[in-house]
């Protein structure tokens, strides 16, 4: 699992970047700098949306702390069938057939033959977008 993480300082993060928030891979959608105080430095609130279960988490550490970032492998699949939510998928490159469930947002635009964008890390793969080619 460690060569899935890296290592990044705090004030480097910028909203859309992922980082990890109690252990769970989140896109920063909100981050809040306050000033240096008399006796510490300045400190950041980064909220994020968890990338799989879609949950709103918050982050407070130091400017200058260590925060841990997710590696993350954007893939192409093709979509063989879908059955109810979830949807069967062909990975483009490795030729992988898997199960996913589809997200609440993409459940009308996710249709047998089109191709979809997934976002892979920590062991986990999840929808993110349909590719119109």
């Not at 859309?16 to 809040?32: M, N, S, T």
């Not at 918050?58 to 699949?77: E, F, G, M, Q, S």
């Not at 249709?111 to 062991?123: F, K, N, P, R």
């Given at each position: ?44 609130r980064i909220t994020g949306i968890g990338v799989f279960d879609g949950k709103k988490r ?27 939510e979830n949807a069967q998928l062909m990975d483009s490159e490795t030729y992988e057939v898997?199960e996913l469930p589809v997200p609440e947002e993409l459940r009308g635009s996710v249709t ?22």
């Amino acid at each position: 699992m460690s060569d899935e993480i890296e290592h990044v300082i705090m004030k480097e993060i910028r909203s859309g970047r992922f980082l990890l928030i109690d252990g769970e891979p989140c896109r920063a959608v909100e981050i809040d700098v306050s000033a240096p105080g008399k006796h510490g430095s300045a400190k950041m609130r980064i909220t994020g949306i968890g990338v799989f279960d879609g949950k709103k988490r918050t982050l407070l550490k130091p400017a200058d702390a260590y925060v841990d970032v997710p590696i993350i492998t954007k893939r192409r699949a093709q979509v063989v069938s879908v059955t109810g939510e979830n949807a069967q998928l062909m990975d483009s490159e490795t030729y992988e057939v898997f199960e996913l469930p589809v997200p609440e947002e993409l459940r009308g635009s996710v249709t047998a033959g089109i191709s979809v964008e997934l976002i892979e890390t920590m062991g986990k793969k999840t929808i993110t977008r349909t590719i119109n080619e």
